[in-house]
């Protein structure tokens, strides 16, 4: 039996409760001759021989006053108090051995008493806090009446009244002291003022503290040098108080709300008799604005005679400078380690962090997600206990060990590792290891930073060249090897040929001294892609032994020996220099082809039997994530991924012998940032009038949707696919957005600038009725141009995650009588609304959804026949928008809310973008609401029905 109290609602913060609690500070002191009253008077009320007065704290219940037992602390978790009274309800019942939350508590078990009638009164603040209870209680069961609840109920409000009296007096006297103490320190200060006038007058001059006096009715006597510098002016008695915020220019801390006359600070000390850190800006006409502090009280004589007051000013501005640049390096330091931490678990490199302590080096502390799909470990298991010894063979462990020796003791900071790791199901992986040691401002090492990168494939491809390397002295083009100082090593037969110089006297020479060499770009980048990819291909210029100038096609690979010797870099040199001319004598014959080729959608591109691209159209370099000048004159073997060049070599065959004009395959393209567009090729061999090979022309289309989902096979690729699909989309995308912003507001801008332009020049001899016509027009356009390009931010804000909702409550029947006001074809619209329904949205967001809806029912259905909104038992609120138009074809429900949506039936006849209802959907999403498209039953009309909080 239980009777719920008036007295407030629960609880809402046990953190919160506890500060009132202690705020009122009457835990363990004594209670006092009326709260005892109080307790006694309640027990009195129940007919009880036993009543307390408890305050339940973090972990005991004290019992504050006591009748009829002593009282003492007990646990909390032992109080019956305590088990209900944050529900902030009155408790009671007849007998507690008969009460499921009570029967097996100690008070009742008789482990501390055995209590039977029970019923206690929670003390709410009037804040909401349950700081106890007034509890009244007996060793035989008993019966409440409805008026001795109300009696018990009205004496816990008296205690609460008495706990605020406590507080108010405590705090009372705490205030007089600090007021007594503010006044004698005032008193002093005008004392000693009035026997060192002199000397106090020259502080005033000097400090750089504004100091400001008024007399007791308010009127100024003093501006210190200080004041009168931040003012512009000196004090003049002659103003009225409420005059002084106009005269002197004083604003609120925002630095333009003006300050009320009883909010000038020198006003509220001389009526308050105090002010403290008040933060306003003077800011005269002419002078930079100067932000202070303002604190001051009332002067009085001995006698208690109001004198004045005075009112010192600090000058914060510097301060409330650095302390906003101090804000924004925080947020700086913020962005930039979020942004560190995302670049380590989204790096397509692995990476690591060992320890470098005593006892456990070598130990690993992180690994991002790319060592655990390069290893098969989880970063539990690596960051586990497993060390660098769990991973690399054991063949490697003592030079490893060895390096992490010299790494600690400060001989190297960083180095470049090759090793090799056991994967989690066995097989061997060769890697490169990039380290560099972490230390502390004491310089002793804390852990190492490891990037580390699977070169396995990398070291298979090196060693088949090596193979290949053996059959280079048959190959009649030039074939150089060097070392990685540039000193030739080997000088092929064809390189003799070709340059004049026998091998007697090119062997130890340097390869780019001898030949001349030009770069198509800076050498140290040239040697940078030999270290980190193993090969090179381009373009170069040659001095041959005669003087020639040769442009040959260079390949060169990187070779790293089985046998553990340096690595050597093998060049092939094609001659390429007649064909050169001949291309750029072609090309002078080829513009009007350029024209169509520059403009055509497909990717194209035309190189020379050599290889070498003589010309690339926009979407070609587009594919690529390049310029097309950045293509010209490289080979086309450099824009086909490593992976795929022997394919295209085998199916390039039959074109180059004459077999066919033209052959098709698939193959990965090599973009600018390494990432591989798949892409089917058609390549036509272009012959002369003689029947000779000429050129040839690839078109390219890009298929990285289908290789997407045949490369989902391969679970070490499927990163790579994933992005290539994400960027193709975002790709598209963008396309789409350029094309549809390019038609949508071309043609509205080309009509507006028309009959601006006829307006314009014969306004005079236009009649009213075709100058409203063309001002008509030109509205009509201007506004869809407004529509498309809120549709466009729109889209833009949601790509960016920028939309945010600030919901109010809306009063939808003025709101729908407007929108179907100010639409198009709504004269036969019926709006039904019931009065004073309203819904919780961003009444712009609201605005711009019935208004794409009701301007699609327009454009498609001739307009909107019913405008309804009713509530729901779920809490929310639809509105309905309702036509009688042909209805939404079948197959274009599942994309009706997706970007660029249109039926095919009307995307050439209707006026569009296609994101209307996209944009429309997110809008209602963000305002916790939804939208949906209802047929109808019949195969006529449509209802869109959008679904609001109600407020």
């Not at 090759?418 to 560099?436: P, S």
């Not at 260079?554 to 020996?561: A, L």
């Not at 201007?782 to 960016?800: F, N, P």
């Not at 498609?860 to 929310?876: E, F, I, K, N």
């Amino acid at each position: 039996m239980a009777r719920v109290g008036a007295l407030g609602e629960p609880v809402g913060g046990e953190a919160l409760r506890l500060a009132a609690l202690h705020e009122y500070a009457l835990l363990d002191t004594p209670a006092g001759d009326e709260l005892e009253a109080v307790v006694r008077l309640a027990a009195a009320v129940a007919g009880v021989p036993t009543a307390t007065l408890n305050l339940v704290d973090e972990d005991r219940q004290c019992q504050l006053t006591t009748v009829g037992f002593e009282g003492q602390d007990s646990a909390r978790s032992d109080s019956m108090c305590a088990v209900r009274f944050l529900e902030g309800r009155t408790v009671w019942t007849r007998d507690a051995c008969l009460h499921p939350d009570y029967a097996g508590n100690p008070w009742v078990t008789g482990v501390l008493a055995a209590v039977r009638f029970y019923a206690s009164v929670p003390l709410v603040t009037p804040a909401g806090h349950a700081l106890g209870t007034l509890c009244v209680f007996d060793s035989e069961t008993r019966e409440l009446t409805d008026s001795q609840l109300a009696l018990l109920e009205d004496a816990a409000r008296v205690v609460l009244a008495l706990f605020e009296r406590r507080r108010q007096a405590r705090e009372n006297a705490r205030l007089a002291a600090q007021a007594d103490e503010q006044r004698e320190l005032l008193e002093h200060a005008v004392r000693e003022l009035a026997e060192r006038q002199e000397f106090t007058d020259a502080v005033l001059e000097t400090v750089e503290v504004g100091i400001v006096a008024a007399d007791a009715e308010g009127r100024l006597t003093l501006f210190n040098q200080a004041a009168r510098d931040w003012h512009g002016l000196d004090a003049d008695h002659s103003l009225q108080p409420a005059e002084h915020a106009e005269r002197y220019h004083l604003t609120h801390a925002d630095g333009v709300t003006r300050l009320a006359p009883h909010e000038v600070p020198l006003a509220r000390a001389l009526h308050e008799g105090k002010v403290s850190a008040v933060e306003m800006v003077i800011a005269p006409d002419g002078r930079p604005p100067t932000r202070v502090l303002a604190s001051g009280r009332a002067l009085t004589a001995a006698d208690g005679t109001l004198l004045g007051a005075v009112v010192a000013q600090s000058d914060i501005t510097d301060q409330r400078v650095r302390e906003a640049g101090l804000a924004e390096a925080h947020a700086a330091l913020a962005a930039s380690e979020e942004r560190l931490r995302l670049a380590f678990h989204h790096s397509p490199l692995g990476v690591f962090l060992t320890s470098l302590q005593p006892g456990e080096v070598g130990r690993f502390l992180f690994a991002n997600p790319a060592v655990c799909r390069m290893t098969g470990y989880s970063d539990a298991e690596l960051t586990g206990g497993m060390t660098f010894r769990d991973l690399q063979h054991p063949d490697d462990h003592a030079s490893t060990a060895e390096h992490l020796q010299r790494l600690i003791s400060g001989e190297t900071d960083e180095g470049t590792l090759e090793r090799r790791y056991r994967h989690r199901d066995g097989h061997l992986l060769h890697v490169t290891l990039h380290a560099a040691v972490v230390r502390g401002e004491d310089g002793i090492p804390s852990h190492l930073v490891t990037q580390v990168q699977d070169v396995t494939e990398a070291r298979r491809a090196r060693r088949e060249i090596a193979r290949q390397a053996r059959l280079v002295d048959a190959i009649p083009s030039p074939v150089i090897v060097r070392d990685l100082d540039g000193t030739i090593l080997f000088w092929s037969a064809g390189a003799q040929a070709a340059y004049g110089h026998p091998a007697t006297a090119a062997v130890g020479q340097i390869t780019h001294d001898l030949l001349a060499t030009r770069f198509p770009l800076p050498l140290a980048d040239l040697e940078q892609a030999l270290a980190v990819e193993g090969c090179w291909s381009g373009e170069l210029q040659h001095t041959a032994a005669d003087g020639r100038q040769l442009t040959v096609l260079s390949s060169m690979v990187r070779h790293e020996p089985d046998d553990g010797t340096a690595p050597v870099i093998l060049e092939i040199n094609t001659d390429i220099t007649a064909l050169r001319h001949a291309e750029r004598a072609l090309a002078a014959s080829e513009r009007r082809w350029r024209a169509q080729f520059a403009h055509s959608s497909v990717g194209q591109a035309v190189r020379g039997l050599d290889d070498r691209i003589l010309e690339v159209n926009p979407a070609f370099a587009a594919m690529l994530g390049r310029a097309p000048e950045e293509l010209v004159d490289a080979t086309m073997t450099e824009l086909i991924a490593p992976e795929a060049r022997r394919a295209r070599a085998s199916h390039l065959t039959d074109l180059h012998a004459g077999n066919a004009d033209s052959a098709g395959r698939e193959t990965l393209l090599l973009a600018a940032d390494g990432r591989r567009v798949p892409a089917h090729v058609s390549v036509s061999l272009v012959k002369d009038e003689d029947g000779a090979p000429e050129r040839v022309v690839a078109l390219f289309t890009d298929i990285t949707a289908r290789r997407a989902a045949e490369a989902a096979r391969d679970a070490a690729a499927a990163a790579l696919a994933d992005r290539n699909v994400q960027l193709e989309r975002a790709n598209r995308l963008k396309l789409d957005l350029i094309g549809m912003v390019g038609h949508e507001l071309g043609n509205p801008l080309a009509s507006i600038l028309g009959y601006s332009e006829l307006a314009n020049e014969n306004w005079h001899a236009l009649d009213d009725d075709d100058k409203r016509g063309n001002l008509a027009v030109i509205e009509r356009n201007a506004r869809t141009l407004a529509r498309t390009l809120a549709e466009v931010l729109a889209l833009v804000s949601l790509d960016a995650g920028q939309l945010r909702a600030h919901p109010e409550t809306v009063h939808l029947s003025g709101v729908l009588d407007a929108a179907a006001a100010h639409a198009p074809r709504t004269d036969q619209c019926v709006v039904s609304c019931p009065q004073g329904l309203a819904v919780h949205v961003q009444p712009g967001h609201l605005d711009q959804i019935l208004a794409n809806l009701l301007s699609n029912a327009a454009k498609y259905a001739g307009g909107a026949t019913a405008l309804t909104a009713t509530a729901r038992p779920d809490g929310t609120v639809e509105i309905h928008v309702t036509d009688n138009g042909p209805g939404i074809p079948a197959d274009l429900y599942d994309r009706l809310f997706t970007r660029f949506a249109r039926a095919d039936s009307t995307s050439r006849t209707v006026k569009g973008t296609g994101l209307g209802l996209y944009i429309t959907r997110e809008l209602a999403r963000a305002n916790a609401g939804d939208i949906a498209h209802r047929p109808s039953p019949s195969g006529t009309g449509s209802t869109f029905v959008l679904t609001l909080p109600a407020a």
